[in-house]
Antibody, heavy 123, light 108 residues
C-alpha cells in the first residue's frame, strides 16, 4: 500500500522559514509527479506546488511563488517543500500527494495523500 | 484564472436519498475534473477523475458527469459512511489547479 508521511511542520513567527518533508514508500517514487496541497483550518483545499518525477519541472501557485521551493530526492524517496517569508495566511495543514498516473493529464489528479503536517504562523 | 463554484455548500439528506452536487467552472475545462470526499480529520479521497471515471475501489453508487463548464457528482443511494465534505478539482491547466469551495453533506 502506498504510504506518504509528512513531517517538519510547527509554530513559526511571521517572516520565518520551515522545511517540510514527505517520505514515500511502496511505489516507484521517481516515476510520479508529486504535489503539495494545503488546507487552512476549517477551509477548503488549495494546490500549492508540483514537481515532475525527474525534478526537472516545477510549478507553483501564485500565492506562494518566490517564497516556496519544491524539490525531491529520488534516491531517498522524499519530497520537500522549503517555505520562506511565512505569513499568517500560510497557516494550514500541508499535504503531500501522489499523481494518479506517471504522466499526462491524469498526473494532475491525486490518488494518495499523506495525513498532513500543520504549519502555524503566529507571533 | 478559472474559478470553480460548487453548489450547494451544504445539504441535509437521509440514508437512501439520491444526492446531486454541482460544480461549475468559469471557463470550459473539457473533461478535466475530479471529485474528492473528505471526512473530518482525514485526507481527501479521490472518487471520480476525468469527470466520469470511477476511481478504483470506490462504490458504484458514486457517479460523475458533465463536460465543459458544468459537472455533477451523484450519489445514487446515500449511505451512512457518505456523510462528508465533497470537493471538485479542475485539472485542465497544469499547473493552475484549483478546487471548489466544498459541499458538506449532513444527516437529516
Amino acid at each position: 500500500e502506498v504510504q506518504l508521511l509528512e513531517s517538519g511542520g510547527g509554530l513559526v513567527q511571521p517572516g520565518g522559514s520551515l522545511r517540510l518533508s514527505c517520505a514515500a514508500s511502496e511505489f516507484t517514487f521517481s516515476t510520479y509527479a508529486m504535489t503539495w496541497l494545503r488546507q487552512a483550518p476549517g477551509k477548503g483545499l488549495e494546490w500549492v506546488s508540483t514537481i515532475s518525477g525527474s525534478g526537472a519541472y516545477t510549478y507553483y501557485a501564485d500565492s506562494v511563488k518566490g517564497r516556496f521551493t519544491i524539490s525531491r530526492d529520488n534516491a531517498k524517496n522524499t519530497l520537500f517543500l522549503q517555505i520562506n517569508s511565512l505569513r499568517a495566511e500560510d497557516t494550514a495543514l500541508y499535504y503531500c500527494a501522489k499523481g494518479l498516473a506517471a504522466g499526462g493529464t491524469d498526473s494532475r489528479y491525486f490518488d494518495y495523500w499523506g495525513q498532513g503536517t500543520l504549519v502555524t504562523v503566529s507571533s | 484564472d478559472i474559478q470553480m463554484t460548487q453548489s450547494p455548500s451544504y445539504l441535509s439528506a437521509s440514508v437512501g436519498d439520491r444526492v446531486t452536487i454541482t460544480c461549475r467552472a468559469s471557463q470550459g475545462i473539457s473533461y478535466w475534473l475530479a471529485w474528492y470526499q473528505q471526512k473530518p480529520g482525514k485526507a481527501p479521497k479521490l472518487l471520480i477523475y476525468g469527470a466520469s471515471n470511477l476511481q478504483s475501489g470506490v462504490p458504484s453508487r458514486f457517479s460523475g458527469s458533465g463536460a465543459g463548464t458544468d459537472f455533477t457528482l451523484t450519489i445514487s443511494s446515500l449511505q451512512p459512511e457518505d456523510f462528508a465534505t465533497y470537493f471538485c478539482q479542475r485539472a485542465d491547466s497544469f499547473p493552475r489547479l484549483a478546487f471548489g469551495g466544498g459541499t458538506k453533506v449532513e444527516i437529516k
